[in-house]
């Protein structure tokens, strides 16, 4: 070849050189990333001193935006709380995608700081260097006489000593966050001390609490992707990128009890489904702005994208339609948006109350609002990143990445700013001074009009559990006029251990408001062990009561008491209330292993005989747990039950309509769901009568229960013969065993049947029954939604555990693979390592389409 044959190959070669260089680990395969947005209409941003930057902002009238921190005192905040005297703790990131390759993410230039106003004009002017040297650290929370701090993938507790240096630290749990340095957009973060005196964290699924010096935890649901909050109620309020606010109703832990029962009402509920935005300027610097529908015909962002870190503003100084609002940032859209929510019948709806507006905008495109707090002078706080690149490396498109580059905005790093909004009705409230405050001002300060004051007390009074304390608690739990001081100095009492069974009878016989009585119900069970006899009768007094509040927590609390005359009294709050899903569903997941029992008693009651709205779901819930159980003494105990005469057809139906068959077809590569089969000692009689019904709906579901059952000599049923697992293999499972235990069942459960809303069921998948191939891949890199299992869309993500060594990964796949009667051959760390090699580099969870091209 000469020259001019060479060079338009070595230009070509150049180029795709080029383009792979830039690919980014976002992009998509075959999508056409084009700006929707003309250059035109894109104003230009530079970076905007503090000064400059509140003018771009635009608040309903009687608001005004002050600064309270910004650069050089503080750079690229992420977090932040206020200590007992007032003062700022904050989480410095400044390694946060300082280039779009994040190049030099992982250097231990990160801190927590504390911020002083020592003139009193309410901007800090004095900073401390608490700790430094951190790598992307994510979170803090002031528990304890310390400060836990999460730097991935651990979540640590440091004493705070004298002339605030950090004591040394102590392990809380060293997988807070397992993927905080290769995926910090989904992994652990903003631990939140709760009502219930449980330290309660977003994108996670386990609580905290310290007990005689010792960090214990429990399981919990996973709540959202970034910030957490709670309204007076101890009621936590979260979201994820691109759904605005979820709540939960209802205590979650509750739900944990019943392995057969998986729905889960009171949890993960959105208050407001509407999810388009009304910013106050064109946003063509979104991830995926080159999308159809990602931005209006307008240029502005069409639905959230990016939201995270509400606030139920719980303070004292805006007017008083403003307080239990949430106010949910929208860093993408420079925006923060308010939410009007209200309660009826034990359930929580939200409205924007600005028609196609918001409450704060700014036409800063830098402006990045990713955590809002209710403050102790009562005002609305903001934490701005004030940050160029938004996105992660790891979801970062070349879209993105152009946009970023073009217009500089690769170029803002190392800034940020705390804000704080202040209506003119209100000037901002004093500085606390809680430190060295007596354990009586402490305990008047659980009737504060703020929500932090309130919050902070309650904290310093648990942690310092003074005797002296103990008698005033009890006085204003019983006594004082303010509900929310009743219900803070209950709480405190508990989190004390301090909460007598005297206090809580007077207590349940006194209280008038529905919601703190049913916090009373709640408490009632810290004292069963001892006296359970003495509150029993006033808890079943309760079974009659219409309110939602007081049947939902009843509800919950009588399966505890796991006593006949409870029983009695869930019986009849299932007759008074089951058709309330949030009362059905809490009255169930109290039942387990007693749902026969319990049956055999519904059957027979006169007040049962006519059927009533919810009834059959109640019957037909209970009925399901024992198919799903599959014990062959009570599922035949069932079976004659509903073929008695007595029995009435409409309760012979609910327990008939739960039968777990399903009929959805295989996924496109994947076997059909397994159906779990029924093993009897012989035909049952009950079989031959339902088949013989002249009722065409009970015939069609004796066929679908004949696939159910089986039994020796049965003409097609062949048991198939499983192989026993070698000696290696078998250590293999347990090595598995033990870290599906410690990692895995947080969200899919021990029993392996999952969450509704979170994780789908592994416990009869046809994935876990599938392709090795995809099962190694989903564990390494994590998979995105939507995904079909057992026929039901599941819409969300999973992260992946990279990090696990190959045995490790071999040995979930395995258990998963043999547990709960699973018949599937093993996998092995070699296949592990194969899988491994084979997808080295990439970065981003795979998708169902992906997948889907797998053997």
């Given at each position: 070849m000469?020259v001019?044959?060479?060079?338009p190959?070595?230009?070509l ?5 080029a383009?792979i260089?830039h690919a980014?680990s976002g ?9 929707r947005?003309?250059?035109e ?13 509140l003018?771009t ?10 600064t309270?921190?910004?650069?050089p ?10 200590d007992?005297d007032g003062?700022?703790w ?5 390694t946060?995608?300082?280039n779009p390759?994040a190049t ?22 004095k900073?401390t ?5 951190l ?9 304890y ?7 991935p993938?651990a979540?640590?507790w440091?004493?705070i ?6 004591g040394k630290r102590?392990?809380?749990d060293?997988n ?18 709760f009502?219930?005196?449980?330290i309660i ?14 960090w214990?935890r429990q399981p919990?649901t996973?709540r959202g992707?970034w910030g957490?909050t709670m309204d ?8 994820s ?5 979820r709540?939960d ?5 509750y739900y ?6 998986r ?10 489904k509407?999810?388009?935005?009304w910013?106050?300027?064109v ?10 529908g990602?931005l209006?015909?307008?240029g502005?962002?069409?639905k ?5 870190g ?10 008083a ?5 949430a ?7 420079n ?8 309660e ?10 600005y028609k ?6 700014s036409?800063?495109?830098l ?17 701005d990143?004030y940050?160029?690149i938004?996105?992660h490396?790891v ?8 946009q970023a ?9 190392r800034?940020g ?6 209506h ?6 004093a500085k ?6 007596a354990p009586a001002?402490?305990?008047?300060i659980?009737?504060h009009?703020?929500g932090?004051?309130r919050d902070?007390?309650q ?16 006085t204003m739990?019983l006594?004082h006029?303010n509900?929310i001081?009743?219900l803070?100095a209950?709480?405190?009492?508990d ?8 206090t809580l009878?007077q ?6 408001d ?6 009373v ?8 062990k ?5 509150l029993l ?18 509800a ?9 005359a409870?029983?009695s009294?869930m019986?009849?709050?299932a007759r008074?209330?089951?058709s ?14 007693r749902?026969a029992?319990?049956?055999?008693r ?6 049962w005989k ?9 019957i037909?819930a209970?009925?399901k747990?024992i198919?799903q159980?599959?014990?062959a ?10 073929t008695t ?25 994947q076997p059909a769901?397994?159906?779990k089969?029924?093993?009897?000692p012989?035909?049952?009689?009950a079989l ?8 065409k709906t009970?015939q ?11 039994w020796?000599g049965k003409p097609?049923v062949?048991f198939?013969v499983?192989?026993?697992l ?20 947080a ?6 049947y ?5 994780a789908?069921?592994?416990n009869d ?5 599938g392709?090795?191939e995809k ?5 390494l890199h ?7 299992v ?5 819409d ?7 990090t696990?060594?190959d ?20 996998v ?11 997808t080295?580099?990439?970065e ?6 992906e997948?889907s091209?797998?053997?």
């Amino acid at each position: 070849m000469n020259v001019k044959t060479i060079l338009p190959h070595l230009l070509l070669a150049l180029c795709l050189v080029a383009a792979i260089a830039h690919a980014q680990s976002g992009d998509k395969p075959g999508e056409k990333q084009e700006s929707r947005v003309p250059k035109e209409k894109i104003p230009a941003n530079p970076p905007l001193a503090p000064a400059d930057a509140l003018k771009t902002f635009k608040l309903p009238p009687g608001f005004r935006i002050e600064t309270v921190a910004s650069e050089p005192l503080i750079e690229t905040p992420i977090a932040m709380q206020w200590d007992a005297d007032g003062r700022i703790w904050i989480v410095e990131m400044p390694t946060y995608m300082p280039n779009p390759a994040a190049t030099g993410e992982m250097e231990p230039t990160n801190r927590i700081s504390i911020l002083e106003d020592t003139d009193g004009d309410g901007k800090m002017d004095k900073k401390t260097v608490f700790l430094d040297g951190l790598v992307m650290p994510r979170a803090l929370c002031l528990a304890y006489g310390g400060v836990l701090v999460c730097e991935p993938p651990a979540l640590w507790w440091y004493p705070i000593e004298a002339g605030f240096k950090p004591g040394k630290r102590v392990l809380v749990d060293k997988n807070f966050a397992p993927a905080g340095l290769k995926n910090p957009e989904h992994t652990g973060n903003s631990p939140t001390w709760f009502l219930n005196n449980w330290i309660i964290s977003a994108n996670h699924t386990y609580r905290y609490q310290r007990v005689d010096g010792e960090w214990k935890r429990q399981p919990t649901t996973f709540r959202g992707q970034w910030g957490m909050t709670m309204d007076d109620w101890g009621r936590p309020f979260y979201n994820s990128n691109s759904d605005q606010l979820r709540t939960d109703l209802v205590p979650s832990e509750y739900y944990f009890r019943n392995p057969f029962f998986r729905s889960t009402a009171g949890l993960n509920q959105q208050p407001l489904k509407d999810q388009t935005v009304w910013p106050g300027r064109v946003n063509p610097g979104v991830n995926r702005g080159y999308q159809s529908g990602t931005l209006k015909p307008d240029g502005t962002l069409n639905k959230y994208t990016a939201t995270c870190g509400p606030a139920i503003y719980r303070g004292d100084k805006f007017p008083a339609e403003f307080r239990g609002n949430a106010f949910i940032p929208e860093p993408s859209a420079n925006m923060v948006r308010r939410m009007v929510l209200t309660e009826k019948s034990g359930e929580i709806s939200g409205v924007n109350p600005y028609k196609e507006a918001e409450f704060l905008t700014s036409t800063d495109e830098l402006f990045r609002p990713i955590n809002a707090y209710t403050g102790p002078d009562g005002c609305l706080y903001l934490v701005d990143m004030y940050h160029g690149i938004l996105q992660h490396r790891v979801f970062l498109t070349s879209y993105l990445r152009k946009q970023a580059e073009d217009r500089g905005l690769d170029k803002v790093t190392r800034r940020g700013r705390i804000y704080r909004i202040v209506h003119q009705s209100a000037a901002p409230g004093a500085k606390p001074q809680f430190a060295s405050a007596a354990p009586a001002d402490l305990v008047n300060i659980l009737a504060h009009p703020n929500g932090w004051w309130r919050d902070t007390a309650q904290r310093l009074l648990v942690e310092k559990s003074a005797p002296s304390a103990i008698a005033p608690l009890k006085t204003m739990s019983l006594q004082h006029a303010n509900p929310i001081a009743r219900l803070h100095a209950l709480s405190t009492l508990d989190g004390m251990n301090q909460l007598d069974a005297g206090t809580l009878a007077q207590a349940l016989e006194k209280e008038t408001d529905t919601k703190i009585h049913a916090t009373v119900i709640r408490l009632s069970e810290t004292a069963f062990k001892t006296d359970k006899e003495k509150l029993l009768p006033k808890l079943t007094a309760l079974a009659t009561s219409k309110d939602v509040s007081i049947q939902s927590q009843l509800a919950f609390t009588l399966g505890e008491a796991k006593d006949p005359a409870a029983e009695s009294a869930m019986i009849t709050l299932a007759r008074n209330a089951g058709s309330n899903i949030l009362v059905r569903d809490a009255l169930i997941s109290g039942l387990a292993l007693r749902e026969a029992d319990i049956l055999d008693r519904v059957f027979v009651d006169p007040s049962w005989k006519e059927k009533f709205v919810g009834g059959d779901a109640f019957i037909g819930a209970l009925g399901k747990s024992i198919f799903q159980q599959a014990k062959a003494t009570n599922v035949n105990r069932l079976l004659e039950k509903i073929t008695t005469k007595t029995t009435p057809q409409w309760q012979t139906l609910a327990v008939l309509a739960s039968l777990n068959v399903s009929n959805t077809p295989a996924s496109k590569g994947q076997p059909a769901p397994r159906i779990k089969l029924v093993k009897l000692p012989a035909a049952p009689p009950a079989l031959a009568a339902l088949e013989k019904s002249t009722d065409k709906t009970i015939q069609a579901a004796a066929k679908k229960l004949d696939q159910l059952l089986v039994w020796p000599g049965k003409p097609g049923v062949v048991f198939p013969v499983i192989r026993p697992l070698t000696d290696a293999e078998q250590k293999l499972f347990a090595t598995g065993k033990a870290g599906y235990e410690a990692t895995c069942a947080a969200c899919h459960q021990l029993h392996g049947y999952g969450q509704d809303g979170m994780a789908p069921p592994l416990n009869d998948s046809e994935w876990v029954a599938g392709s090795t191939e995809k099962l190694a891949r989903i564990l390494l890199h994590g998979v995105g939604g939507p995904i079909t299992v057992q026929g039901r869309k599941w819409d969300m993500d999973m992260p992946g555990h990279g990090t696990f060594d190959d045995e490790t990964i071999a040995g979930v796949l395995t258990y998963i693979r043999r547990e709960w009667e699973h018949p599937y051959d093993p996998v092995t760390p070699d296949f592990v390592k194969k899988i491994r090699a084979a997808t080295a580099g990439r970065e981003s969870a795979w998708t169902n389409e992906e997948l889907s091209k797998l053997k």
